[in-house]
C-alpha cells in the first residue's frame, strides 16, 4: 500500500570503523570519514547527539559508552562542601561546568524529545536522546540541595582559561559557586525549573515514576526560588553573564503550565505578559515563552494568551528574509547571521522555533504568519529552518559540512581540549597546563581526536571560515548548539518522510 511505503522504515546498519569516525582509543585523528550526502537527516541526527556524550562529566560507564577517548573526570566535584556534583556536561572546549547554559540545553532537548518524538523514535535515535537529557537533568537534581539552594557552577573558569588539559587531567580548582535566599540567581534558578519541567514532560508516561517524580517536585522548588527570591545571576561573568531574569521567569512559568496546568503558572503568564528579541539564546527565552504561550492560545484556545503570539510573530518577521521587518541579515550563501562569535548558536535556536510554529500552526490551521511585507506559510516556515540545518551539513559556499565528522570536508581543528590532546589510552600520562598549550594547542595539526557530532561557531559573515584552533569565535562546540540543532535537524527529518533511516553508531 502506498500509504505504508511513506512511513516504511528502512533499517540501515552503519559499521563505522573505529579509526574513521573517531571512536578509537587515539580518535582517528588522521583517517578519513566517507562522505555522505547533505540531505541524510538521519546520519546528522545520530551524530549531533552523539556528540554530548563526549562532553559527559563524571564516570564514564565504558561498557555503554560510545567514545573510546573519553574516560573518568572531575570525579571529585562537590567534595569541598559535602555535595555530589559529579556528572553533567562540559558547556564547550573548556573544563567547566556552567548550570545556567547546561540546563538549557537540556530544555531543549527535552522540547524536541517531545514535539519530534516520532521522528526520532524511527531514527533510532530517541533512546539515545533520553540518556542525554537524564544525564543532564539528574545533575540538576543533585545541585538543587535544598529549597533556597542551587549549585550553579563547578570550576574556576578563569583557571581553566589559563590550561589547555584534558578532562581527564584537570586540576584545575573546581571552585563551587551557588544561590541562595541571600545571594539570588533568579536566572539560573528558573532556567534550571523550565529544564526539569521539560524533562518531566520527556519522562512522564514511564512506568516507572521515580525519575519524573523527582523532576516536576525540583521545577516547582526552583521556579519558587526564582520567583520569591528576586535578583539577577552574576556568578558565571564573564563567560555568561545575563541581560535580566524576566525572560527565563516567563519560560519557567510557559513550561510548568505546560506540564501541570496549575493556576498559578498560568496567572503568572496572564500576569506578566511582554517582552520582546530578535535572538533565542541561553540568555534571552521570550521567543521560546511565547512559543508555549502561543500553543496554548492557538491549540489549546487559552484566549488570555492571545498577546504572547504578536511577540513569537515579530521574532519571526525579525528573522525570515524579505519580510519587511527583517532585522537579522543572512549571509551571501543563506546563513542567519546574528553575531560573529558563535553564530551557530543563534541560527539553531531560530531554526528550531520556525520548526516547532510552523507545527503549532498546522495543528490550529492558521494559514500564515503576517509581517509588514509579507506573509509566511508554515511550510515557509520549516522549509526555511530547513535551509539552515542543510547550510550548517555542507550547502554552502565552501561546500563543507560545520558538524565534524559529516561528509568529507568539515572542521579539522577544533577548539577543544579533550580533542585537541590524544587520549588517556594512546598517551598514558599527565598532559600539563604548560605542555598542552606549548605541544598541542598551536599545531596546525588536525585533532588527534574527531568530536563526532561537534557543530563549531561557523563561518563569518561572507561565509569565509578559518579553521585554526585558536579562533574560538568560530571553532568552538557548544552543547546548546547541537541540542537546538537536534530538533531542527529531526524536523527537517519529518519534511523528508520516506527518507527516515534508522543509524547505528
Known amino acids: ?17 573505529c579509526a574513521a569516525v573517531g571512536l578509537g582509543a587515539d580518535g582517528g585523528g588522521s583517517g578519513s570519514i566517507g562522505g555522505l550526502s547533505s540531505s541524510n537527516y538521519s546520519d546528522a541526527l545520530a551524530k549531533a547527539i552523539l556528540f554530548l556524550e563526549g562532553q559527559r562529566s563524571g564516570p564514564m560507564p565504558i561498557q555503554r559508552m560510545r567514545w573510546r577517548w573519553r574516560f573518568d573526570s572531575a570525579l571529585d566535584d562537590g567534595q569541598e562542601e559535602n555535595v555530589n556534583l559529579t556528572g553533567g556536561y562540559y558547556d564547550a572546549g573548556g573544563n567547566v561546568k556552567f548550570g545556567f ?82 545571594s539570588p540567581g533568579t536566572e539560573a534558578a ?45 556568578l558565571s561573568c564573564p563567560f555568561y553573564c545575563s541581560s535580566g ?50 500553543h496554548e492560545y492557538l491549540v489549546g484556545g487559552r484566549t488570555e494568551l492571545q498577546s504572547y503570539k504578536k511577540g513569537l510573530d515579530s521574532f519571526v518577521c525579525a528573522v525570515m528574509p524579505n519580510s519587511g521587518n527583517t532585522q537579522i541579515r543572512t549571509t551571501p550563501g543563506g546563513l542567519l547571521f546574528t553575531s560573529d562569535t558563535v553564530n551557530m548558536q543563534y541560527t539553531t535556536t531560530a531554526a528550531l522555533l520556525l520548526s516547532i510554529y510552523s507545527n503549532t500552526l498546522r495543528k490550529s490551521g492558521t494559514s500564515a504568519v503576517q509581517c509588514s511585507g509579507a506573509r509566511f506559510t508554515p511550510d515557509q516556515l520549516s522549509s526555511f529552518a530547513a535551509s539552515q540545518v542543510d547550510y ?11 558538524m565534524v565528522g559529516y561528509g568529507s570536508k568539515f572542521p579539522r581543528r577544533i577548539h577543544h581540549r579533550g580533542a585537541s590532546i590524544p587520549s588517556i589510552k594512546a598517551l598514558p600520562r599527565k598532559v600539563t597546563c604548560v605542555e598542552g598549550f606549548s605541544s598541542w594547542f598551536p599545531t596546525t595539526n588536525s585533532n588527534p581526536n574527531y568530536h563526532i557530532g561537534a557543530i563549531v561557531g561557523g563561518p563569518d559573515e561572507n561565509d569565509k571560515f578559518n ?7 568560530h571553532s568552538e562546540p557548544t552543547t546548546y548548539i547541537n541540542a537546538a540543532f537536534v530538533g531542527a535537524c529531526a524536523a527537517a527529518l519529518k519534511r523528508s518522510v520516506g527518507n527516515i533511516t534508522s543509524v547505528t553508531i
Open 1 to 17: 500500500m502506498a500509504s505504508m511505503a511513506v512511513v516504511m522504515k528502512v533499517w540501515v546498519l552503519m559499521v563505522l570503523m
Open 101 to 182: 547554559p547546561m540546563a538549557f540545553t537540556v530544555t531543549l532537548l527535552s522540547w524536541s524529545a517531545r514535539e519530534f518524538y516520532s521522528e526520532l523514535d524511527k531514527a533510532g535515535q530517541l533512546w539515545h536522546l533520553r540518556s542525554a537529557i537524564q544525564w543532564g537533568a539528574e545533575f540538576l537534581l543533585r545541585a538543587h540541595t535544598s529549597p533556597t539552594t542551587l549549585y550553579t557552577q563547578v570550576g574556576d573558569a578563569e583557571a581553566d582559561q589559563q590550561c589547555w588539559e584534558r578532562p581527564e587531567d584537570m586540576d584545575t580548582p573546581r571552585t563551587l559557586y551557588k544561590i541562595t535566599e541571600s
Open 190 to 234: 528558573a532556567e534550571a525549573a523550565a529544564a526539569l519541567a521539560a524533562a518531566y514532560d520527556v519522562f512522564r508516561y514511564d512506568v516507572d515514576k521515580t525519575l519524573p517524580t523527582k523532576l516536576l517536585a525540583a521545577s516547582k522548588s526552583l521556579f519558587d526560588l526564582a520567583n520569591n527570591y528576586r535578583g539577577s545571576y552574576q
Open 245 to 294: 531574569f524576566k525572560d527565563e521567569l516567563q519560560w519557567a512559568a510557559a513550561w510548568l503550565n505546560r506540564v501541570t496546568w496549575e493556576g498559578k503558572y498560568f496567572d503568572f503568564l496572564v500576569n506578566n505578559k511582554g517582552g520582546s528579541s530578535n535572538t533565542f539564546s541561553w540568555d534571552n527565552k521570550y521567543p521560546g515563552a511565547q512559543l508555549l504561550a502561543t
Open 392 to 402: 550548517i551539513l555542507g550547502e554552502n559556499p565552501l561546500a563543507m559540512s560545520y
Open 467 to 473: 579553521d585554526e584552533r585558536g579562533d574560538s569565535a
